[in-house]
């Protein structure tokens, strides 16, 4: 019976770093498209020939459609599972793009309307809100506390990963093929990624279950909620998702509207930008890997999370204040501020995978779904909000205005953030 037992813990410890490679290259397909798509952005204003005002709502549709459809997904994932809803979700999502390809692309004779764009656009943000919450699940289960930080930091690095190999590829093949190349990629990593979950995601052996269930975090309050508390009555996973909703403002504003930025206002050649975004989404899937791997060791999750807040507000600030400089050199003013939205973007994407791990402790694994969609509902509202509140102010204020709005919202995160609660350590020896 022992050595079954072993044998079964063996087969599940090897196959978990499966499951984390299945949920890493569906966070990472999906991300080169609402992450990649908006690295387009210049080439999607004169290519469907759009005004600021409509670059800001066809882009904010994608973050909208995720943020609608995040807790529904995350719901059904705790009640059907992770293989279904990931395979359901990667299947149609792959068939939307598919779509878009063939019949949302502009062309000599006709160019998609605004509406139509920004309906499709919005399906395959209602279709690709399946990814997070089933593909999170599925690592909590497989991965025991004390190693789910940098398991969940690793599947994080997903977003940023996908959305560097987007603005790799989305942009020059917009360039030399259209945007039909470009959905049409976007549909094949989809497609491909749903193969991978096909063939090896499936639920673990129970008693890996039980076992991932009952671990805790040293150093830090593992108030790990029973299968019966829902996590929507849960105070402290509301603030935990709410302020990574506020924390990602900055973050949304260097993804969607970064490309603008340097291409508007600092007259930044096509290179110098795709070579900025590649630098912000590498820096921040390397930051959340270490980040991952640093707060399993020192138990320090919601302190780590405060940080971040706080330097991310003094980077936008400094950005700001840097983009309002009058008589900078011109190819200075270009380096320092690309450097500047590198720096910023990087800070304000480290965390992702820290506080996702966070929300699902709190919730417990079997209502870890529903958790996680509850953070991402609010980061995705915010990725709905940041693209359509730009151009506004953008038409009233400046650039400086927006950074500072941005380090404004980082701000308001701090204190939104749990405090971290220090467990005394019983000092009475047990024999």
């Known amino acids: ?67 609608i459809s995040e807790l529904p997904w995350g719901m059904l994932t705790d009640r059907w599972g992770d293989r279904r809803v990931l395979l359901l979700g990667l299947g149609a999502t792959a068939l939307a793009l598919a779509a878009m390809a063939l019949f949302v692309v502009p062309g000599a004779a006709s160019v998609p309307g605004v509406s139509a764009l920004a309906l499709w656009l919005l399906l395959v943000g209602l279709l690709g809100g399946s990814v997070n919450g089933s593909s999170g699940r599925a690592v909590m289960a497989w991965f025991r506390e004390g190693e789910r930080g940098l398991a969940m930091s690793i599947r994080q690095t997903a977003v940023p990963a996908g959305g560097g190999l987007g603005a790799l590829m989305l942009p020059v093949l917009a360039v030399h093929l259209g945007f039909s190349a470009v ?113 399993d060791r020192k138990g320090n999750r919601r302190a780590y999370m405060r940080a971040c807040s706080l330097v991310t507000a003094v980077l936008f600030a400094a950005l700001a204040l840097i983009s309002a400089a009058v008589g900078m050199p011109h190819t200075v003013m270009i380096a320092v501020c690309a450097a500047m939205i590198v720096a910023g973007g990087v800070c304000a994407s480290a ?16 209502r870890a779904g529903t958790a996680l969609a509850m953070g991402n509902t609010c980061v995705f509202i915010m990725l709905f909000l940041t693209p359509l509140a730009i151009p506004v102010l ?38």
Not at 35 to 51: E, K
Not at 201 to 223: C, F, I, K, M, N
Not at 245 to 270: E, K, N, R, W, Y
Not at 399 to 420: D, E, G, M, T
Request: one cysteine or more; glycine letters at 10%; proline letters at 4%.
């Open 1 to 67: 019976m022992e050595s079954n037992r072993s044998r079964a813990g063996g087969l599940a410890g090897n196959h978990r770093w499966k499951v984390l490679g299945v949920g890493f290259a569906a966070n990472a397909s999906f991300s080169a498209a609402f992450s990649g798509i908006p690295t387009t952005a210049v080439l999607l204003r004169s290519g469907y020939h759009l005004g600021n005002g409509g670059l800001g709502l066809v882009l904010g549709m994608l973050g909208l459609g995720i943020a």
């Open 183 to 295: 959905f049409g990629v976007l549909a094949i990593l989809c497609a491909v990624t749903a193969g991978f979950a096909w063939r090896w995601l499936h639920e673990p052996p129970a008693t890996h279950t039980t076992d991932a269930a009952h671990g805790t975090q040293r150093g830090t309050v593992s108030t790990v909620a029973t299968a019966s508390t829902s996590p929507l009555r849960n105070i402290p996973v509301w603030r935990v998702a709410i302020a990574a909703g506020m924390l990602c403002a900055p973050q949304l504003a260097v993804i969607t509207f970064a490309t603008v930025f340097l291409h508007d206002f600092g007259h930044a050649s096509i290179v110098t930008i795709s070579a900025t975004m590649v630098a912000v989404q590498t820096g921040a899937a390397i930051a959340r890997v270490l980040s991952g791997r640093w707060t």
């Open 351 to 366: 965390w992702h995978g820290v506080a996702f791990t966070e929300l699902a402790t709190l919730a417990g694994t079997s």
């Open 394 to 431: 953008l038409s009233v204020t400046s650039w400086p205005v927006v950074w500072a709005v941005a380090s404004l919202f980082a701000l308001i995160a701090l204190p939104v953030f749990p405090r971290a609660v220090v467990v005394r350590k019983a000092s009475t020896a047990h024999a």
